[in-house]
């Protein structure tokens, strides 16, 4: 179904501030409205993943029932490892739900699996010179900067809400260095309220001459390591999806003590200004995001999930039910709701309830039969060989 309305949290389009607030809501453009597409009849349940060697096990679904009372025969509850159990496969991306408390009186948000709330730092940012975003064809352009008021300011404003919030709340750390993220990461163990966190590891390494943590095997693991070494918390590690071959990295990252992937970041881009005498951004570059993004996406999930034995979480284009079963297809375990949200911020709460449905539907108890199985008995080769420009 067609979304009728969109968020608008600020005047100027920025992320808000500390104060809560209620969201303007607006009509929406169409190029990043959630659409619908018919989900094809299964006659019969679909059939379990094949063995392909390592990649999310089904163990990793199913951890305990879900207490929806919608659906209250299907376990939709997953677990991402060291504890962070969700009641359901849906969450919502950081960036797009600022820190819950912004979309409290217009979402159910404890119907959520779990919220990633807005990247946060060491020290305060005040974020990229405007302007800040745009639409594209199928998505949007954003250039935010990783505005924040930093980490002890979210710990004092967040966190004690948080704990009294039956959905759990994983915080999304960004840095520039190995330390900026141990420290940040030391700030929340142990503090009430924040069960996991999620490196966004797509930020210049400062020590490695301006290099993304992301795109270097040997840079991912070393601060996935340290932070590992820092907390006891669940730790998720989103890719990006600016590389040649996903793969080793993932491997890496898995190896060095993730608990769970996020897959995958915005793709790099860039829009020009009506002029055509500049780039439209003040940053110049920008994020993409959304519909757009949900072949490369689900790509990225596929090699990813024939590689690693941790769970995956898949981001990047949900719109519809039909795209959290594509993922869900191609190994993910949960998925998270991001830039449709812009649209509709009630799509993620109404994807819980369609998804339960849809297991009734085909006469499953829970969702893990629909999890890998689109993944080939082996492992397939990946992109970075050549594959799609074969004949």
């Known amino acids: 179904m067609k979304a009728k309305r969109r968020v608008v949290t600020s005047a100027n389009g920025e992320r808000p501030g500390l104060a809560k607030r209620r969201p303007t809501v607006r009509r929406i453009k169409p190029a990043i409205a959630p659409v619908s597409r018919h989900v094809p009849d299964a006659a019969a349940p679909s059939r379990a993943p094949a063995s392909s060697g390592s990649r999310p096990s089904l163990g990793h679904a199913c951890a305990a029932p879900t207490t929806s009372a919608s659906n209250s025969t299907v376990d939709l509850s997953v677990d991402l490892g060291r504890g962070l159990r969700l009641e359901n496969p849906i969450l919502v991306a950081s960036g797009t739900f600022g820190y819950g408390t912004e979309y409290s009186d217009v979402v159910e948000i404890q119907r959520l699996g779990a919220i990633c709330c807005k990247g946060t730092t060491l020290r305060p940012r005040i974020g990229n010179p405007t302007p800040r975003v745009t639409e594209t064809p199928g998505g949007m352009l954003n250039s935010i900067g990783l505005q924040n008021p930093g980490v002890d300011a979210v710990i004092a404003k967040y966190a004690e809400t948080w704990a ?143 590689v690693v034995d941790i769970p995956v979480v898949a981001i990047g284009g949900v719109t519809e039910l039909a795209d959290v079963l594509d993922f869900l297809a191609v190994g993910a375990v949960a998925v998270q709701v991001g830039t449709a949200i812009f649209a509709d911020p009630t799509l993620p709460v109404r994807l819980v309830e369609e998804l339960g449905a849809e297991c009734r539907r085909r006469g499953f108890a829970s969702y893990a039969p629909l999890i890998g199985t689109a993944l080939p008995k082996r492992a397939s080769a990946p992109s970075s060989k050549g594959v799609e420009y074969r004949p």
């Open 164 to 306: 009294g919030w039956r959905v759990p709340v994983i915080v999304n750390v960004a840095g520039e260095s190995v330390a900026d993220y141990v420290e940040v990461v030391r700030r929340l163990e142990g503090v009430p309220g924040i069960a996991g966190i999620e490196l966004n590891i797509s930020c210049p390494n400062v020590g490695a001459g301006g290099i993304q943590f992301a795109i270097d095997a040997g840079a991912a693991a070393g601060v996935t390591a340290a932070v590992r070494r820092a907390t006891d918390l669940p730790l998720l590690v989103k890719l990006s999806p600016n590389v040649a071959d996903v793969r080793p990295i993932a491997r890496a990252i898995a190896d060095a003590g993730a608990d769970a992937l996020t897959a995958i970041n915005t793709l790099s881009g860039i829009a020009v200004a009506p002029s055509r005498q500049r780039p439209l951004l003040g940053n110049t570059y920008g994020g993409l995001s959304g519909p757009a993004i949900k072949p490369v996406a689900l790509r990225i999930v596929y090699e990813v999930s024939q």
